[in-house]
Each structure stands twice: as structure tokens, then as C-alpha cells.
């Protein structure tokens, strides 16, 4: 059985940074696509971040993270993590990540194609 765990989150001013750590297990994870989304409150679940399978893969970002928000994988330790520097009070948001295993080019990034989900995490950015 696929579980993933997460951690981090809070609280933090505008401008400031925080760190979402994603662990997996019941599953191999190099096989597996990991993905971070978000929902703000109203909104769709939105695409944050996709990381290829492997520890090393090509990272894609959405717009309006690129350049601010880094995601790292390590296949040794089945780990998912997403650094988020230069936060914004937009960027305020449930954080979730996601795992699939036979998702493909733009189909990774559609929330829904993905059948594994995290927890959940809060990030709120004050202004």
C-alpha cells in the first residue's frame, strides 16, 4: 500500500522561505513520477512541481514558482522535498504531494491523474 507522509509547512511572512518533506514507502519510488500541487481555499488543486524518476531527473515547475521554488528527490532515502524561497502571500496554499507510476510528459502535471496523495500541509505567507 502506497503511503506518503508529509511534513513542514506553517507560517511565514512575505519573503521569507520554507521547507515541505515528502517520505514514501509500499512503493518502489525510483519507479514512480512525484509531483507537488497546491489548493488555495475556492480554488482547483493546482500544479507546483514534477520530478522525473530519477534522483538526479529534470525538474519542471509551474510559472509562477519557477525561479523561487526548488524540488529535490532522493531515490536512497524515498524522499520528496520542495524548498520554497521568496514566498508571496498568492503562494498561500494546502501543499500536497502526489505519486503515480504511469504518468507521462504533460499528463504529470493534471492533479487528476494522480492516485497517491500525501496529508497535506498548510503554507500561509503573510503579507
Known amino acids: 500500500q502506497v503511503q506518503l507522509v508529509q511534513s513542514g509547512g506553517g507560517l511565514v511572512q512575505a519573503g521569507g522561505s520554507l521547507r515541505l518533506s515528502c517520505a514514501a514507502s509500499?512503493?518502489?519510488?525510483?519507479?514512480?513520477?512525484m509531483a507537488w500541487f497546491r489548493q488555495a481555499p475556492g480554488k482547483e488543486r493546482e500544479f507546483v512541481a514534477v520530478i522525473s524518476r530519477s534522483s538526479n531527473g529534470r525538474i519542471y515547475y509551474s510559472d509562477s514558482v519557477k525561479g523561487r521554488f526548488t524540488g529535490f528527490r532522493d531515490n536512497s532515502k524515498n524522499t520528496l522535498d520542495l524548498q520554497m524561497n521568496s514566498l508571496k502571500p498568492e503562494d498561500s496554499a494546502v501543499y500536497y504531494c502526489a505519486a503515480d507510476a504511469g504518468l507521462w510528459g504533460g499528463q504529470r502535471t493534471l492533479a487528476h491523474n494522480y492516485h497517491n496523495w500525501g496529508q497535506g500541509a498548510q503554507v500561509t505567507v503573510s503579507s
Open positions: 509500499g512503493m518502489t519510488f525510483s519507479d514512480w513520477v
